[in-house]
C-alpha cells in the first residue's frame, strides 16, 4: 500500500534578519524530505559503573533543505510571478518595468534577502527563520527548466501544526520548455544540447558566542557577473 505525505511550502520575506515573515507565499517547491539539522554534538566524558554510552548535548545547529522548482513568470508582462520572494532570497535583485518585464540579476548589495520558510509535512510544521541560499538553473534543450536550489536557516524545533490549505497564483502557466534560444557564443550559434546557470552565492553560517544557538545567522556572498 502506497503512503501518502501531505505537504506544503510557504515563503515570505524578512523585515529585519531572523525575525520571520509577516506574511507568506504558497509556493509549488519540492523538497528532499524535512529540513536537516546541522549540529554539533557533545559528549558528557562522565566516568560509570556500566557499558552504558556517554550522554551527549548539541553546541550550534542551523538547518539546511534541498529544494527543486519549475522556473515561470506570472503569464502577465510586468506583473512579478509567485517565486518572486524565492528568487530574491538567492541575492537575485528584482526589478519591475510595469507593462513590460520583470528581472532578476545577482546584487551584492548590503541589504539582502532574507526569508521565512514553513514546511510542513503530514502536520509537523518546519520553520527555518534567516533563510538564504544559492541556486543552479539547468537548460536542457526540449525540457522545462527545473531549478535546483540549496536553502539554509536558523533552526527552529518542529511542531505540530495542521496542514494549510495553499493556493498557487500561477497554477494556470505553464513553464516555458527550453528551445528557440538566441544564444550566441564568440558572436557565433553552436548546437548545444545543455548547460547551466550557476548562481554560486556562498552560504555559510556566522558563528558568534553571544547567540542563542551558537551562531548569528546565515551569511550569504554574491559573485555579481
Known sequence: MAIAI????????????????????DLPVFVDGRPKLIKDIHESEIYRGSLARSTFYLGKKHSEVDAKFFLKGSGAAGTAPELSKLLQIFG???????????????????????????????????????????????????????????????????????????????????PPTVQTMALLVGGNSHVIPS??????????????????????GINEFVIVR
Open 6 to 25: 501531505e505537504y506544503a511550502f510557504q515563503i515570505g520575506l524578512e523585515t529585519a534578519y531572523g525575525d520571520g515573515a509577516a506574511s507568506f507565499t
Open 92 to 174: 537575485l535583485k528584482e526589478t519591475i518595468t510595469g507593462g513590460v518585464s520583470v528581472a532578476y540579476a545577482p546584487d551584492d548589495a548590503t541589504d539582502d534577502k532574507s526569508g521565512g520558510v514553513k514546511i510542513n509535512l503530514s502536520g509537523f510544521q518546519y520553520y527555518m527563520k534567516g533563510v538564504r541560499g544559492s541556486l543552479k538553473i539547468p537548460l536542457i534543450a526540449g525540457q522545462p527548466v527545473l531549478c535546483e536550489a540549496k536553502l539554509m536557516g536558523l533552526f527552529n524545533a518542529p511542531t505540530a501544526v495542521s496542514l494549510p490549505s495553499v493556493s498557487y497564483t500561477d497554477l494556470a502557466v505553464d
Open 195 to 216: 548547460f547551466t546557470i550557476n548562481i554560486e552565492n556562498q552560504i555559510e553560517a556566522d558563528d558568534s558566542i553571544n547567540a542563542a544557538s551558537g551562531q548569528n
